[in-house]
Nanobody, 120 residues
């Protein structure tokens, strides 16, 4: 069973930076697409950014220009570089990795989440 695992969360001051990573465990399969979501207390989970198998990226308006999603196919790892962090970015961040299945649609798997807290 594939299980994505996030790392890199923590406490950072406003204006600071963090890089999140996400790697699948439980299988040697390689993901073909990835995305980051976040959920702040009392809010629904929201999409942050996504990247396709070809490397095309998309971002939510609230993070456009501040966050950068990328992937390293050789390391089978998804990243989220977060710059100019604001208190509004405080949330649990979840990665979602998509794996191809022969003759079937890509199947997405969720990570367990990593806490990001932006506070002085």
């Amino acid at each position: 069973q594939v299980q994505p695992v996030e790392s890199g969360g923590g406490l950072v001051q406003p204006g600071g930076s963090l890089m999140l990573s996400c790697t699948p465990t439980g299988s040697n399969r390689r993901f073909v697409r990835g995305a980051w979501y976040r959920q702040a207390p009392g809010n629904q989970r929201e999409w942050v950014a996504s990247i396709t198998s070809g490397g095309a990226t998309n971002y939510a308006g609230s993070v456009q220009g501040r966050f950068d999603i990328s992937k390293n196919d050789a390391r089978n790892t998804l990243y989220l570089q977060m710059n100019s962090l604001q208190s509004e970015d405080t949330a649990v961040y979840y990665c979602q990795l998509g794996f191809s299945q022969l003759g079937r649609p890509v199947r997405d798997y969720w990570g367990q989440g990593t806490q990001v807290t932006v506070s002085s």
